[in-house]
């Protein structure tokens, strides 16, 4: 079964983090919610409780994936958050799945984590940063390689099943999509 980590930090934006954790739950996939402390207060004031403490993870901890959530605040302390940077870097270095929604790309950015000249999209307001590096597109999901980028609160399902459909199957994805009523 496959093991994802998700980041989150105050500030991150909160449907973001819940989409996807909920999502890749239903689908089956492990997922650990890590965070810089033991109540996560989220962009709009929602309060998450983590599985566990950034700090504490170990590079013997081995993700399949590794999901960063979106919230300008929350990604300016995951990409300050030095335990985050080097398990990203670990995780990168095995050519494992990264993905990140929103701003979230800027973590991956900070520290030269995303080829040059990859193709990714991220929220319109970071746009400007990017798009000078990499191969920037308005695309709501964008795969390549071992990278998923996404736009924002508003593509966090279609996020999610991207990444559900790259650690399980389009049939899962299909599942957890028809199980919410998300198409019809």
């Known amino acids: 079964m496959p093991h994802v980590l998700v980041p989150i930090s105050n500030g991150t934006e909160e449907m973001e983090a819940v989409i996807i954790i909920d999502m890749l739950r239903r689908a089956g996939i492990t997922v650990t919610v890590a965070g ?8 709009r004031g929602v309060k998450l409780v983590p599985d566990a403490i950034l700090e504490t993870l170990t590079d013997d901890d081995q993700f399949d994936a590794i999901v960063l959530p979106g919230g300008m605040q929350g990604v300016e302390s995951l990409s300050a958050n030095e335990s985050v940077v080097h398990i990203l870097e670990r995780h ?8 990140a929604i929103c701003a979230a790309p800027l973590v991956l950015h900070d520290h030269a984590l995303i ?11 970071i746009a400007g940063t990017l798009q000078d590096r990499y191969t920037y597109t308005l695309d709501r999901v964008v795969e390549d390689g071992t990278l998923i980028t996404s736009r924002g609160a508003g593509t966090a399902f279609e996020f999610s099943l991207a990444l559900i459909r790259r650690l399980s199957s389009d049939a899962v994805a299909t599942r957890v999509a028809t ?3 998300l198409y019809e």
Request: proline letters at 7%.
């Open 36 to 43: 810089d402390g033991d109540v996560i207060i989220c962009s």
């Open 92 to 99: 990168i270095a095995s050519k494992r799945l990264v993905a």
């Open 179 to 181: 199980d919410i009523v």
């Open 115 to 125: 080829p040059k000249g990859a193709t990714i999209t991220s929220h319109p307001a």
